[in-house]
T-cell receptor, first 112, second 115 residues
Framework: DQQVKQNSPSLSVQEGRISILNCDYT??????FLWYKKYPAEGPTFLIS?????DKNEDGRFTVFLNKSAKHLSLHIVPSQPGDSAVYFC???????????FGKGTSLLVTP | SQTIHQWPATLVQPVGSPLSLECTVE??????LYWYRQAAGRGLQLLFY??????ISSEVPQNLSASRPQDRQFILSSKKLLLSDSGFYLC??????????????FGPGTRLTVL
């Protein structure tokens, strides 16, 4: 049962433009959300997170927005750079255990 | 700063052979440790986690086992590999306490191919 869904398997954006990656979740008990970036044959790298008590968290070019009523979060990358090309995973956790629930990832390609 | 190591980076094993993957963490004490697997075309699935030496919790029934012989060492094992065990295995660590547990930091991974 996929509790975290990333419905766009891929996204292509031009360098300098905004990249918006989306994530939906079904479990209302989730209260902490994370984005990871992954290059091929490497482990995921933690990017940014947000607690459910906030609706926005910003770190440099990366901003995560959380809409609890819609059970939706998004990652904005502004401006996008070719080095941002990677697979981005959304993850969520709740108070009931240690597991991070991951989406299947969105492959972002930033073209020059 | 904290670092996490995994080895080997790649492994090709025949069906029925044993498996041992090792993970070590540096720069932190008493971390929570995790083993994940990413199968082809799928997200990351938690296999095991450990909150201390000798304490292992399994998230899914499977052909694998885990052990934590030392505070910063986590081992994934199998007595007899199956074809379905192929995948990308990731070790991760996090701090202790709810405010730290949720952010997990991953190692470089091991690509396992079972033939």
């Amino acid at each position: 049962d996929q509790q975290v869904k990333q419905n766009s398997p891929s996204l292509s954006v031009q360098e300098g433009r905004i990249s918006i990656l989306n994530c939906d979740y079904t479990n209302s008990m989730f209260d902490y959300f994370l984005w990871y970036k992954k290059y091929p044959a490497e482990g995921p790298t933690f990017l940014i997170s947000i607690s459910s008590i906030k609706d926005k968290n910003e770190d440099g070019r990366f901003t995560v927005f959380l809409n609890k009523s819609a059970k939706h979060l998004s990652l904005h990358i502004v401006p996008s750079q070719p080095g941002d090309s990677a697979v981005y995973f959304c993850a969520a956790s709740g108070n009931s255990g240690y597991a991070l629930n991951f989406g299947k990832g969105t492959s972002l390609l930033v073209t020059p | 700063s904290q670092t996490i190591h995994q080895w080997p980076a790649t492994l090709v094993q025949p069906v029925g052979s044993p498996l041992s993957l090792e993970c070590t963490v540096e720069g932190t004490s008493n971390p929570n440790l995790y083993w994940y697997r990413q199968a082809a075309g799928r997200g990351l699935q938690l296999l095991f986690y450990s909150v201390g030496i000798g304490q292992i919790s399994s998230e899914v029934p499977q052909n694998l086992s885990a052990s934590r012989p030392q505070d910063r060492q986590f081992i994934l094992s199998s007595k007899k590999l199956l074809l379905s065990d192929s995948g990308f295995y990731l070790c991760a660590w996090s701090g202790v306490g709810r405010q730290y547990t949720d952010t997990q930091y991953f190692g470089p991974g091991t690509r396992l191919t079972v033939l």
